[in-house]
């Protein structure tokens, strides 16, 4: 059974950082992307950054030159390392793998972050 699992979250003050972990386990299957989204209240859900198995990144505008994503290929972690925060950055923020076969994707349950002076 797959499991995803975010961790890292917490409160900042805004120009803080914080670096998110996603930890996957039970892969037995090849992943294509691991992918970063996050959710504020009352908005939709957010891919912001995303990693695929060749090594390519992508980021939003929005979090792009602040943010940087990586990868553990072995340990089938990923990391969000989240530089300069902004209180429009507080959300709960997800991780999905993306499975190569057939771009299914397995949800972590998410870690808030709140950027707040």
């Known amino acids: 059974q797959v499991r995803v699992v975010e961790s890292g979250g917490g409160l900042v003050h805004p120009g803080g950082s914080l670096r998110l972990s996603c930890a996957a386990s039970g892969i037995n299957f090849k992943i294509k ?68 076969e057939n771009e299914q994707k397995y949800w972590g349950q998410g870690t808030q972050v709140t950027v707040s002076s």
């Open 33 to 100: 992307y691991i992918d970063w989204y996050r959710q504020a209240p009352g908005k939709e859900r957010d891919l912001i950054a995303g990693i695929a198995d060749y090594g390519s990144t992508y980021y939003s505008d929005s979090v792009r030159g602040r943010f940087t994503i990586s990868r553990d290929i072995a340990k089938n972690i990923a990391y969000l390392q989240m530089d300069m925060l902004k209180p429009e950055d507080t959300a709960v923020y997800f991780c999905a793998i993306v499975q190569a």
